[in-house]
T-cell receptor, first 112, second 112 residues
Framework: QKEVEQDPGPLSVPEGAIVSLNCTYS??????FMWYRQYSRKGPELLMY????GNKEDGRFTAQVDKSSKYISLFIRDSQPSDSATYLC????????????FGQGTELSVKP | NAGVTQTPKFQVLKTGQSMTLQCAQD?????MSWYRQDPGMGLRLIHY???????DQGEVPNGYNVSRSTTEDFPLRLLSAAPSQTSVYFC???????????FGPGTRLTVL
């Protein structure tokens, strides 16, 4: 079993829909949580970074962390065709700074 | 300011050949890392370095060597290429292991 599990999709939604992307993890020592976005044939880029349970909002994006359930989510409101990409969750163990462990990535397609 | 650069962009090798993937950064970041990305697997950490002269293994280090003689460069060496090493390779850097990691554009490697 992988340390970080993410539904690979693909996920297809109409423009304007609310998108929910999820990851679960097994090691309670994970303390830092990130979401990366990766466009086709490009390197990943950081979208959201949080280290505490609860919600963090940035424009149309909300990252949610539930450490008690070992579950993180990314919500995208009013999705746009430009949001079509692969979304990867990633996390770091508190005592192993630098060892970023990724989920498998979810491929999202937003149709006009 | 080029950020993170990787060379070559594409490479085809025959089984048993050796090669070095280059990664350079001009961001004065201490932390550098190498990942490989395979379909359905997300990104997996190969090796990382917390500063010049210091390297450590990630999740999938077998078949790869690294060294870090300067802050700017972190080459990845394949000593005897195998078809299982066919993948897209990404280099990433960050100020420290707990900060945002900036990814290069990737190297697409095929081993025949």
């Amino acid at each position: 079993q992988k340390e970080v599990e993410q539904d690979p999709g693909p996920l297809s939604v109409p423009e304007g829909a609310i998108v929910s992307l999820n990851c679960t993890y097994s090691n309670s020592a994970f303390q830092y949580f990130m979401w990366y976005r990766q466009y086709s044939r490009k390197g990943p880029e950081l979208l959201m970074y949080t280290y505490s349970s609860g919600n963090k909002e940035d424009g149309r994006f909300t990252a949610q962390v539930d450490k008690s359930s070992k579950y993180i989510s990314l919500f995208i409101r009013d999705s746009q065709p430009s949001d079509s990409a692969t979304y990867l969750c990633a996390m770091i163990l508190y005592n192993q700074g630098g060892k970023l462990i990724f989920g498998q990535g979810t491929e999202l397609s937003v149709k006009p | 300011n080029a950020g993170v650069t990787q060379t070559p962009k594409f490479q085809v090798l025959k089984t048993g050949q050796s090669m070095t993937l280059q990664c350079a950064q001009d961001m004065n970041h201490e932390y550098m890392s190498w990942y490989r990305q395979d379909p359905g697997m997300g990104l997996r950490l190969i090796h990382y370095s917390v500063g010049a002269g210091i390297t450590d293994q990630g999740e999938v280090p077998n078949g790869y060597n690294v060294s870090r003689s300067t802050t700017e460069d972190f080459p990845l060496r394949l000593l005897s290429a195998a078809p299982s090493q066919t993948s897209v390779y990404f280099c990433a850097t960050s100020l420290s292991g707990l900060n945002e990691q900036f990814f290069g554009p990737g190297t697409r490697l095929t081993v025949l």
